[in-house]
């Protein structure tokens, strides 16, 4: 595993397995500008969405097995997107660091908070009428945030109160994360938010 770090809140990385090849970059500072392609379209469109909300600008190229299913695309994109958002926040100074969110997506609402503190855990309180969203399992989206908090050493707790649909509830999901990250990422003064002195 290769990645550097560029110029500005940037990152990318290239992370190849015996089950996935995944190239991630990242900006911090962009617009929420996306050119995503993982093989697997519900994953696309949720990432497009996190992009979107937080304004972070998002390349992923990934090819994985998905004759088996999705589970280790979504895994290892995970891992690159955490990888690459701690390399590109650098010393995290002058960062809000906490984020929060409340998004309808019709009948559902989503309520996702973060907090960038170099510590990993991930509280997810959801329920789905079904277990797939077209041919995309519904437990690989709790597989993805939480192998993005582990792997972003963030603080990530999300929770719908209710949702009918399942893809309105991940939808609201995505979108509220992307809006709580872009708060989170945000600068905001010059020091580390922390008593500690560093995160």
Do not use: W
Not at 2 to 28: F, P, W, Y
């Amino acid at each position: 595993m290769k990645g550097t770090v560029m110029a500005d809140r940037t990152a990318s990385i290239h992370r190849q397995t015996k089950e996935t090849d995944i190239s991630l970059e990242l900006n911090l500072d962009g617009q929420g500008k996306y050119e995503i392609d993982t093989g697997a379209g519900f994953l696309d469109h949720m990432l497009t969405h996190l992009s979107k909300h937080s304004r972070i600008d998002l390349q992923v190229k990934a090819a994985g097995d998905l004759e088996v299913d999705a589970h280790h695309t979504v895994e290892d994109v995970a891992i690159c997107l955490g990888e690459c958002l701690v390399k590109a926040l650098g010393d995290k100074k002058g960062i809000a660091r906490y984020g929060h969110s409340s998004v309808p997506m019709e009948d559902a609402l989503a309520n996702v908070s973060v907090d960038l503190s170099g510590r990993a855990a991930c509280v997810y309180n959801v329920q789905y009428r079904t277990e797939r969203i077209g041919d995309f399992d519904v437990e690989c989206l709790e597989e993805l945030l939480r192998s993005f908090a582990n792997n972003g050493k963030l603080n990530l707790h999300v929770n719908v109160p209710y949702g009918t649909n399942s893809h309105h509830i991940a939808e609201a999901i995505f979108k509220a994360l992307g809006k709580s990250l872009g708060m989170a990422v945000s600068i905001v003064g010059t020091d580390v938010p922390s008593t500690k002195g560093i995160l």
